[in-house]
């Protein structure tokens, strides 16, 4: 079998083992998406003569331990970044690699992506002509991926009626927390102080992140601890919408800022969410932004194309965290060799400030550097 049709299918079946419960205690029938995908890897490993996997807990081990470019596949290179996972080490949760791969599978995109929901949300404020409400929808899913299902009922009637017709998309969105974010002895959830989303308590007592962002920062930081059983639960935000629309947002919100800051207009998610941010500079240039923290170069390359024309910019830009080069270096290269698009053009944050600074004519050699210092503490002070 095809190495990237195999990667895929393994991709989404750990995603829906994850949706069952942990991928490491599936017992037997397994979900179909599992069942498939040992079946296509035991079949590859048999025709490239390599040692398959004998069971689904097996394959699962080889998903959280065996870096992906180290399986018995032909790959195209540089398809996977070295050392990847699909499964965390710890907490045997799918990696943010992972969900990119189970996305890029037709079959399983919509269910796995964000798409299906914002689409929803982006549909009905178009027809009630109230992008109010969908910007405030927006606003919540990166604020608050956590929520008490008390807060979960009131929230529509709290933020003054802002979510419109949105208000039972929530139920949807959100979903009793799993039990793999419970600390059984204190009965809470700990929520992180930097984004906001469950901590994961590994053994020995320490949380870990899905941010790479936060974890890149050090140690973790506990936010808000929740008991367990209070205001009617925990609720947690889908996956996919922390992984493509809150994760992002952060970030668009912060560069956002730093561009109002030095002179640029700026309005978040414009056209019902078409694009990120619409950026236009005081001599009419508007570019239209995106916030792509990928983890392979070359899935996010097949996807790269132009946002649509409405409202209208005269350059797209999708914008990386620059830690993703200094991780990655051969990031940018292998996205150009994947992409089938010319556009958008691939900016770190810092290089979208510069080209902003030039079409502004602010460039302020002072504040080449500020950007870097700044970086930490920024994210923290977000909310
Ligand atoms: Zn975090």
């Given amino acids: 079998m095809d190495g990237v049709l195999l990667l895929r299918s393994v991709a989404t079946a750990m995603v829906r083992l994850s949706e069952v419960g942990d991928p490491g205690t599936a017992t037997l029938p397994y979900p179909d998406e599992a069942q498939r995908a040992l079946n296509n890897t035991v079949l590859t490993c ?60 037709e079959d399983s995109a919509a269910r796995h992506s964000e798409q299906r929901y914002m689409a929803i949300a982006s549909r009905r404020c178009r027809e009630e002509d109230y992008p109010e409400a969908y910007r405030a929808f927006r606003l919540l899913l990166v604020r608050r991926p956590v929520l008490t299902h008390r807060e979960l009922t009131t929230l529509p009637a709290a933020v003054d009626g802002d979510l419109g017709s949105l208000g039972d998309l929530l139920y949807d969105v959100y979903q009793p927390a799993p039990a793999g974010y419970l600390d059984w002895e204190r009965r809470s959830y700990t929520s992180c102080a930097r984004c906001h989303t469950l901590l994961h308590p590994m053994a020995g007592g320490a949380l870990w992140c899905e941010q790479r962002r936060c974890r890149d920062l050090g140690t973790v930081r506990r936010g808000r601890e929740y008991q367990a059983d209070d205001d009617g639960g925990v609720q947690l935000l889908l996956r996919p919408l922390r992984q493509w629309v809150s994760a992002p947002g952060v970030l668009e919100m912060r560069l956002a800022r730093q561009l109002t800051g030095i002179g640029a207009d700026v309005e978040l998610w414009p056209g019902f969410g078409a694009y990120g941010m619409r950026v236009r500079c005081p001599d009419g240039t508007t570019l239209a932004v995106d916030h792509k923290d990928w983890a392979s170069p070359a899935l996010l390359g097949r996807r790269a194309a132009p946002p649509p024309p409405d409202p209208p910019y005269d350059r797209c830009v999708w914008v990386m965290p620059a830690a993703r080069l200094r991780d990655h270096p051969d990031f940018r290269a292998t996205f150009e060799r994947y992409r089938s698009s010319a556009s958008p053009e691939l900016m770190t944050d810092r290089e979208l400030l510069r080209t902003a600074r030039q079409l502004i004519g602010t460039v302020d050699p002072d504040h080449r550097y500020a950007d870097t210092a700044r970086d930490g503490e920024a994210m923290e002070g977000l909310f």
């Fill in 46 to 105: 048999l025709l490239l003569k390599a040692r398959p996997p004998e069971s689904l807990p097996e394959l699962v081990e080889w998903a959280a331990h065996r870096p992906v470019d180290r399986w018995p596949v032909r790959l195209p290179p540089d398809v996977v970044p070295p050392e990847s996972l699909l499964l965390d080490e710890a907490t045997r949760q799918p990696t943010q690699l992972c969900y990119e791969w189970a996305v890029d599978a």
